[in-house]
């Protein structure tokens, strides 16, 4: 699949050249955001999904480069892992073909908009597509399809775009497509023999709106507290 795709990019941008260096973008945001070794941040986390509510939760985090991600909270929520740890540093780090697509106007605001194909077919992601505004330097939206969690979108706003730190970001998620014969069949069988196992839905769908207040900017995050028990 993933080849299939590359060869129809490379096919359209010979018939439509490039108007811009995918890779040249992709290394302006990622100097940005390089930028940026370490920070702290409140979170406040809201769940929407369609078959259980829960109210509001509070969570500090913690991030430094390249990698280390921590989440302290007093409460527990119902979040897809993915959403909590997701961010467009770690989203440019991998290993990945840019193709730029399109300039694209959305409410008054130019975006390129750029296609990254995994070079490897042992990662998560099958195609991610990013909404980048020129005139900052920052990805406002990001599309993914992944091979097991169906198709995730996060959309980021700034209160100052000079920062590449989101205020909030949402991320909406529509897990299944794909996978629900397969997921069928799994549950299924181990469901087989108990009838009142509780069953998954096969199509998960939601989002998780994240409020973040009160950054803390390299200001230095020990590595050993990345390894403490989290509270």
């Given amino acids: 699949m993933k080849k ?61 480069q390249p990698d280390k991600f921590k989440v302290e909270s007093e409460g527990f929520a119902m979040i897809p892992k ?30 390129d908009v750029i296609k990254l194909i995994p070079n490897t077919d042992t990662t998560a992601i099958i195609l991610s597509t ?16 992944t091979k097991s969690s169906g198709t995730v979108e996060v959309k980021f706003t700034y209160e100052a775009k000079t920062l590449p730190l989101p205020s909030t970001l949402k991320f909406s998620f529509n897990m299944g497509g794909a996978n629900d014969q397969q997921n069928s069949k799994d549950e299924t069988k181990q469901n087989s023999g108990n009838e009142n196992r509780f069953q998954r839905p096969s199509r998960i769908k ?4 994240m409020t973040y207040r009160n950054y803390i900017i390299n200001k230095g ?5 990345f390894d403490e028990e989290s509270k």
Wanted: charge should be neutral; glycine fraction near 2%.
């Fill in 4 to 64: 299939i795709l590359l060869v129809l990019f490379i096919l359209g941008s010979v018939v439509f050249p490039q108007k811009k260096d995918a890779q040249k973008i992709i290394d302006q945001v990622q100097s940005k955001y390089d930028k940026i070794k370490d920070y702290q941040a409140d979170v406040e986390v809201k769940l929407d999904m369609d078959f259980v509510k829960v109210p509001p939760t509070k969570a500090k985090v913690f991030f430094k």
């Fill in 130 to 145: 990013l909404w980048i505004e020129p005139k900052k330097m920052v990805i406002d939206k990001v599309e993914t399809s």
């Fill in 206 to 209: 939601g989002s998780v709106i």
């Fill in 221 to 225: 995050i020990a590595d050993s507290f």
């Fill in 82 to 111: 993915q959403s909590m740890d997701f961010s467009p540093m770690q989203l440019l780090k991998g290993d990945f073909t840019p193709l730029y697509v399109r300039a694209e106007k959305i409410n008054n605001v130019e975006y």
